[in-house]
């Protein structure tokens, strides 16, 4: 019974060092050669297919929430001219990497899961080690990497559709004009402000992929153990990316000073 319990307190400890070292390898493979280039155009292409429509349905209430509660608490201080301002700072620092990573996770990560998971469960794996082919260069770098660049574009389709339906969200429901919406703009953002959501959708898009690949590639047990794989994927990439988002900020705020209208 003792040893029942210590195996299970042992086991997350296991899962992260075993994760983190496939991280290492996937970093190895990024230098093997031949780069797998059709293989990488197909995953991107593939994921991009899945979570474009998604992400821009999502980013619409994403800017109008954001719109709604910023403007409403900066009406109570009367600073309406720097709604636009806030709204964009929040849409791109913080709403932007974090629907991004969510839909990366959810669509593209279940899907490399389950893809790498059922070449498992098959053997195919196995069979390629057998005929001296590396899964991980061969397999797990183009997916990752397509992540990344999926991860970045999409960031940017959230960032311009959330500031969009923030917008129009404003000058219809709180009575706010174009115009001091549109010239808040440069008050308080500033460029760097646009390279760390950049940076945080980059790092969020390799989380995902590689946390999604480390599963499928150790799924076992049949289908069922594909499934498992899938969920267990998407719920440590979803806590993952929390932790990864609060440590990216809190380093951000401490080297970036915060500009002053």
């Not at 797998?36 to 619409?60: D, G, H, N």
């Not at 893809?115 to 001296?132: C, N, P, S, T, W």
């Amino acid at each position: 019974m003792a040893s029942l319990t210590s195996a299970r307190v042992l086991r997350p400890i296991g899962t992260a060092g075993g994760l983190f070292a496939f991280g290492l390898d996937v970093g190895k493979g990024l230098f093997k050669r031949p780069f797998q280039l059709r293989e990488f155009l197909q995953q991107a292409w593939f994921i991009a297919s899945v979570t474009i429509i998604p992400t821009a349905l999502v980013a619409i209430p994403f800017g109008a929430v954001i719109a709604l509660q910023v403007g409403g608490l900066i009406k109570q201080f009367g600073a309406q001219s720097f709604t636009g301002s806030a709204s964009v700072l929040a849409v791109v620092r913080e709403a932007g990497p974090i629907a991004t990573s969510l839909l990366i996770a959810g669509a593209g990560g279940s899907a490399i899961a389950a893809d790498l998971g059922a070449r498992k469960i098959r053997e195919e794996l196995d069979a390629m080690m057998v005929l001296g082919i590396d899964p991980i260069q061969r397999l797990v770098v183009p997916r990752v990497l397509a992540c990344m660049l999926v991860a970045v574009f999409l960031n940017g389709l959230v960032s311009v559709v959330g500031v969009l339906g923030g917008y129009v969200f404003n000058v219809l429901l709180q009575d706010g004009t174009p115009g001091s919406y549109l010239a808040s703009f440069t008050a308080l953002a500033q460029l760097p402000d646009l390279w760390q959501g950049m940076a945080k959708a980059l790092i969020f898009g390799l989380i995902a992929a590689i946390v999604a690949a480390y599963k499928g590639m150790n799924a076992a047990g049949g289908p069922k153990g594909v499934g498992d794989a899938v969920n267990e994927s998407v719920v440590i990439t979803f806590i993952l990316l929390f932790v990864v988002n609060f440590v990216m900020s809190a380093i951000y705020f401490q080297l970036v000073p915060p500009k002053t209208g």
